[in-house]
């Protein structure tokens, strides 16, 4: 039993390698074939990437994890339905973590898009500022 368990650990860290080698390669071509920047906001940073796709790979190795430990060996089975449900996951788990790091970005002081600094207009910040939280 305790070699099917460490079998198990070794498939799901191979397994979410791959996963993340293909998305790594998915991105570049989509990238590469449309001309485009994989995220085109340039106020992003350059952290916003690296941070969705390490926790969608870390959401799938987790999962990946908890089931191979979870079912005996003799009785794993392929399983659609858990199957689509862990990509569910991870896109979700991409997505929010997008949504977070971009909304965790420092909000501009009104000082440096006024007209003059301590007015009592109201501040309008450029499209390219980073919107406040």
């Given at each position: ?14 397994a ?9 390669a998915?991105?570049g071509l ?104």
């Amino acid at each position: 039993m305790r070699e099917e368990r460490s079998y198990a650990i070794v498939v799901a860290c191979f397994a979410a390698g791959l996963y993340l080698a293909v998305l790594v390669a998915v991105f570049g071509l989509i990238s590469l074939g449309t001309d485009t920047e994989v995220i085109p906001d340039p106020s992003a940073g350059p952290l916003v990437g690296p941070v969705m796709t390490g926790v969608a790979v870390a959401v799938l190795l987790v999962l990946l994890i908890l089931t191979g430990i979870r079912v005996p060996g003799d009785q794993q089975r392929i399983a659609p339905l858990s199957a689509l449900g862990a990509g569910v996951a991870c896109y979700l788990a991409y997505c929010l973590a997008g949504e977070w790091r971009a909304r965790s970005r420092p909000a501009t002081s009104c000082t440096s898009c006024c007209s003059r600094p301590g007015s009592s207009e109201a501040c309008t910040p450029s499209p390219s500022a980073p919107r406040p939280s």
